[in-house]
């Protein structure tokens, strides 16, 4: 059962755009909602996370949006940098145990 | 770096054999997880343990199994090893009660 739906799969973006990845969840009971980023044999690193009552969370150049009520969430990185180049994970969290979107390979373009 | 340790970092297995990979969890975490990324695929939840106890367990079947030491250290064993067992085995550590989890580097198993 997939209970969390993550797109695009991919997103190519020039230098210094916006790039914006969409999740949404289905089990209401989940009470942390992740970011990770993982580079090619690395694991997966935390980004930036975010509570549901919360509707925004900005760390630098990473927001997290957050609509409770549609069960969607979505992480825009501002003034995209080829450093970015990554695979990016959303994931939802109850009792520690992370349910995680399908990824999206993002790659910024120089 | 999260200080979470994963060994061995590569591991080729035959088909029906068992493997055992290691874990240290970060200093003074003491809940770790167990996920398993499938190629192009999101981590998913194998189990987690809390005190020595295994604290939830995700859709793998029994020949996934696990140890927790009183050092918080993991153990991750896989008997009869399939060739869909071949992924990334990723460790993650916590403390109890918060909601941050951090990752190892993995271990890549290949079965063939």
């Known amino acids: 059962q997939q209970q969390v739906k993550q797109s695009p799969q991919s997103l190519i973006v020039q230098k210094g755009g916006i790039s914006i990845i969409n999740c949404a969840y289905e089990n209401t009971a989940f009470d942390y909602f992740p970011w990770y980023q993982q580079f090619p044999g690395k694991g997966p690193a935390l980004l930036i996370a975010?509570?549901?009552?919360?509707s925004e969370k900005k760390e630098g150049r990473f927001t997290i949006s957050f609509n409770k009520s549609a069960k969607q969430f979505s992480l825009h990185i501002m003034d995209s940098q080829p450093g970015d180049s990554a695979t990016y994970f959303c994931?939802?969290?109850?009792?520690?145990?992370?349910?995680f979107g399908q990824g999206t390979r993002l790659t910024i373009n120089p | 770096e999260t200080g979470v340790t994963q060994s061995p970092t590569h591991l080729i297995k035959t088909r029906g054999q068992q493997v055992t990979l290691r874990c240290s969890s970060q200093s003074g975490h003491n809940t770790v997880s167990w996920y398993q990324q499938a190629l192009g695929q999101g981590p998913q939840f194998i189990f987690q343990?809390?005190?020595?106890?295994?604290?939830g367990r995700g859709n793998f079947p029994p020949r996934f199994s696990g140890l927790q030491f009183p050092n918080y250290s993991s153990e991750l064993n896989v008997n009869a090893l399939e060739l869909d067992d071949s992924a990334l085995y990723l460790c993650?550590?916590?403390?109890?009660?918060?909601?941050?989890?951090?990752f190892g580097q993995g271990t890549r198993l290949t079965v063939v």
């Open positions: 993650a550590s916590s403390l109890a009660g918060g909601q941050e989890a951090f």
């Open positions: 975010i509570r549901p009552d919360v």
């Open positions: 994931a939802a969290s109850k009792a520690q145990k992370l349910v």
């Open positions: 343990y809390y005190r020595e106890e295994e604290n």
